[in-house]
């Protein structure tokens, strides 16, 4: 027990440290782990064991991956993106797999031990590249949805494999009888759960949801989950097969979107852990010993992967930079790499410096991978004239839309706040020019007659093309700070006094936005506040010159008495994109508290960086109270900050 409690607590302090570490470095905590199990592992620092029960456990963080995978399985997605899933992914899958056994097959290698390192290596790593891509808003772009569709044919590609695999171990023979039952018995499983699972699946969702209790909704998805992933390895599949299978079946209900909530810590922890325990699999002395060979694997891997895949996205019609940009992107190893090569090492399929060479390679790959992807298009423009032509070709477009237009207003953003905001602004007669990142909805858009034009609103040239310098005024409609504060650096420096107007979800970027150079900053949240107060107002007899003017006060005070709200549970997951949330938080003043009898400006509470937004006494609301306020016994104060602010600032007020 002792020796148990004492591995537990070493690998969540290192996880935690390193982690912090890297998320404080913008890079995904995935090789943070990785890093963890190479230091801590039995080949690093030897403060763990790569025992069976981590391993065990391990392998649940992979069936809840695969699980959530299932989830995002969809008929009707695959059929919009069957050509670039189905033509670019499997041929990107078949052409690496054939390239690694016919290399190896001329070094004299058996092509069984080139079939497992040729499925590992063409595997690209989802939760990297699908994150870079989400943070630099290029999902949406022509090789974004290249890159998307390629991974899903890959994880898609990780179920056969996983039935290959084992198959490959026994002797020819055996090999074929073995793949034959294997993938019989998959075919009869699959067809059995899938064809008949999705009706009683969806009765079961219906009665577990029908009880109306969080606990006992994920308590069945875990059963759900590890059952049917139980009911494959006794067919004498994988585990993550059957996880695939459960998801698979509850994405077509209705309960979809609330078990990936559900699940997420669960997928989160265990994949953790998973990375761990790949990391600790890292021989540091084998690579050593065979330290030019891993960087010849290395270097092979991302190269030959970025020209197949740059290849076959110009025969399935790219330029030739977004083919480039797509072969870059994808070029690293993946966690199903991981996966694979794990369920190939105790089958002695491949040597085991061999092994850890592949291992290390897929590694360090993942390593540089954020570098590549951020890198990318400088390196795309560096070998390809074609982009530079594309990149001149939108800014021509840019222009030739904004060039009659003069003071004209500039839209940051073409989803639906951004075209309501256009419908209104040609109402009234002024125009405008919208710039948007995603190529179908400026097709369409464009195609209809709107004034929009592809173009990425936080670069410079697209901004000046746009007209900046002659607009009247800017609108961020896109409720991202980080691109809000981009754009926002922009214009400070190419036309310092323009009006720029932006939307948010919420308060929480407010002042830092208005720091930034914003005109206005409007949270939706408030603003729907607002309509909510007023016509409860009005229903409620009150006269509606005087509800203006209540609302019309509000704005004039920028908010200032709605910024902020009293926090709870059903608000912590809006609350979890936001690092530094700020709310609402009421002290009561007790008997034999230090504040009593003091004022607010001798509490100084704004060095805890907490405002005092009111002073409530029975009968009596002070609003805004002043420094000269003094406190008494039974007071509540309504403190507006951080949570860490605000029990800081609670501490002061109570204990001194």
């Not at 002695?348 to 790959?365: D, G, I, K, R, W």
């Not at 009247?472 to 107007?501: F, H, M, N, Y």
């Not at 900053?521 to 506040?529: C, H, K, R, T, W």
């Not at 907490?610 to 104060?637: N, Y």
Request: charge should be neutral; hydrophobic fraction near 55%.
């Amino acid at each position: 027990m002792e020796n148990s409690l004492h591995v537990t607590l070493i690998l969540l302090a290192a996880a935690v440290l390193v982690v912090i570490l890297f998320r404080s470095l913008k890079l995904p905590a995935m090789l943070g782990y990785l890093l963890v199990g190479i230091v801590i592992g039995p080949h690093g620092m030897g403060m763990i064991a790569d025992s069976a029960g981590t391993r065990n456990l391990a392998e649940i963080g992979v069936v809840f991956l695969m699980f959530s995978i299932g989830l995002e399985f969809s008929l009707a997605k695959l059929t919009t993106m069957r050509r670039i899933v189905f033509g670019l992914g499997a041929a990107q899958v078949v052409l690496t797999l054939a390239g690694v056994v016919a290399a190896l097959a001329i070094l004299g290698i058996d092509w069984r031990i080139g079939t497992v390192l040729g499925g590992a290596l063409a595997m690209s790593s989802t939760a990297i590249v699908s994150k870079m891509l989400a943070d630099k808003l290029e999902l949406n772009s022509l090789h974004g949805r290249q890159v998307i569709g390629v991974l899903l044919f890959q994880d898609l590609a990780v179920v056969p494999l996983l039935i290959l695999i084992p198959a490959l171990a026994g002797g020819p023979g055996e090999m074929a009888a073995g793949l034959t039952v294997a993938l019989g018995k998959a075919a009869v499983v699959l067809a059995i759960l899938l064809y008949f699972g999705q009706r009683p699946m969806r009765a079961w969702f219906h009665l577990v949801a029908s009880q109306k209790s969080s606990e006992l909704f994920v308590l069945n998805v875990l059963f759900i989950t590890l059952g049917l992933a139980f009911v494959t390895e006794m067919a004498g599949l994988s585990l993550v097969l059957g996880a695939f299978i459960a998801g698979m079946l509850i994405s077509e209900t209705e309960y979809r979107f609330q078990v990936e909530d559900n699940i997420k810590p669960f997928r989160d922890v265990l994949l953790g852990l998973f990375f761990v325990t790949i990391g600790m699999k890292l021989d540091l002395s084998l690579v050593y010993a065979h330290l030019l060979w891993v960087a010849l694997v290395l270097v092979l891997l991302i190269v030959f992967k970025t020209l197949v895949i740059a290849g076959l996205s110009r025969l399935f019609g790219s330029d030739t930079g977004a083919a480039l940009r797509t072969g870059l992107d994808l070029a690293q190893g993946g966690e199903f790499g991981f996966v694979l090569l794990s369920l190939a090492a105790p089958l002695n399929l491949v040597p085991e410096p061999m092994l850890q060479t592949v291992l290390a390679a897929m590694v360090l790959s993942m390593l540089a991978a954020p570098f590549i992807i951020e890198r990318s298009e400088h390196i795309v423009r560096h070998f390809s004239g074609a982009e530079w032509l594309a990149r001149a070709m939108d800014l021509h477009n840019v222009a030739v839309q904004s060039m009659a237009s003069n003071q004209h207003v500039v839209v940051c953003g073409y989803g639906r706040s951004g075209q309501n905001l256009a419908r209104l602004l040609d109402s009234e007669g002024f125009s405008f020019i919208a710039l948007d990142v995603d190529p179908k909805r400026v097709k369409e858009a464009a195609a209809a007659g709107e004034h929009v034009v592809y173009g990425d609103a936080t670069r410079r040239e697209v901004l000046t093309a746009a007209g900046l310098l002659r607009a009247r005024a800017l609108v961020v409609t896109i409720a991202d700070s980080a691109l809000a504060l981009r754009i926002l650096s922009q214009v400070r420096e190419l036309k310092p006094g323009l009006p720029v107007v932006v939307r948010m979800l919420d308060d929480t970027e407010l002042e830092v936005l208005r720091e930034a150079g914003a005109t206005a900053v409007l949270a939706e949240i408030l603003e729907g506040s607002l309509m909510l107060a007023s016509h409860t107002l009005v229903l409620l007899g009150v006269p509606l010159n005087r509800v203006l003017r209540r609302i019309r006060d509000t704005r004039e005070q920028r908010y200032s008495l709605l910024r902020g709200f009293f926090h709870g549970a059903s608000d912590e997951i809006e609350d979890a994109a936001h690092d530094e949330q700020r709310f609402l938080h009421s002290v009561l003043i007790t008997q034999g508290a230090a504040a009593i009898g003091k004022t607010l400006g001798q509490l100084n509470l704004a060095a805890c960086r907490v405002e005092v937004k009111a002073v409530r006494r029975p009968g009596i609301t002070a609003q805004a109270p002043q420094p000269a306020a003094r406190i008494e016994a039974g007071d509540v104060l309504v403190l507006y900050g951080t949570e860490h602010d605000c029990a800081s600032a609670e501490i002061r007020v109570m204990q001194g």
